[in-house]
């Protein structure tokens, strides 16, 4: 024969029907935490990083030319060797202002956009730049991208500074 004691006994139906209800409720209030989560890793994470990238690119780009260049048009993929401002003093690091001559536009992927005709459509990073003498022989070169859009409600979109020293070659 078989006894059943007071201590012996399992959980009944309606003990796992409340305990899964409380376990889904949790659950439930825990979402909003992982919508979090999830846009800010895309915006600090993938989006800041690619925003350093091509501000990186640029400053590169810049830097190569030389101290006294000041035609290169620095716009396009390749450089040409007219057209543009070079190294010359003058920009700006305001997006919302850009200066012509010290801004492109990148796609989403991060190709290069014709901003012959005024601003692309489908842009997606902007990068604009600042080239300053703070004194003889010394240029201040400072490029800023930015994304276009954040993804989500997280108010600031994701962009990036970078600059560097260039002196005249002795």
Not at 118 to 139: D, H, T
Request: net charge negative.
């Amino acid at each position: 024969m078989c006894r059943h004691t007071a201590d012996a006994r399992g959980f009944s139906l309606i003990e796992v029907m409340f305990a899964l209800s409380i376990l889904m409720v949790v659950a439930l209030g825990l979402i909003p935490l992982g919508v979090v989560a999830t846009n800010t890793s895309e915006n600090q994470g993938h989006l800041v990083a690619r925003s350093a990238e091509y501000a990186t690119d640029k400053l590169e780009q810049l830097q190569a030319l030389a101290y006294g260049d000041t035609i290169s048009d620095t716009r396009h993929i390749v450089t040409e060797t007219s057209g543009g401002t070079g190294l010359t003093v003058g920009g700006s690091l305001n997006p919302d202002a850009p200066v012509t001559g010290y801004v492109d536009y990148l796609d989403e992927k991060g190709s290069m956009l014709d901003s012959e005709n005024g601003v692309p459509s489908g842009w997606f990073y902007k990068r604009v730049w600042r080239i300053e003498s703070p004194s003889a022989n010394l240029k201040r070169i400072s490029v800023l991208a930015i994304v276009r859009s954040a993804v989500g409600n997280t108010g600031r979109v994701p962009q990036t500074t970078v600059t560097t020293l260039k002196t005249y070659p002795f």
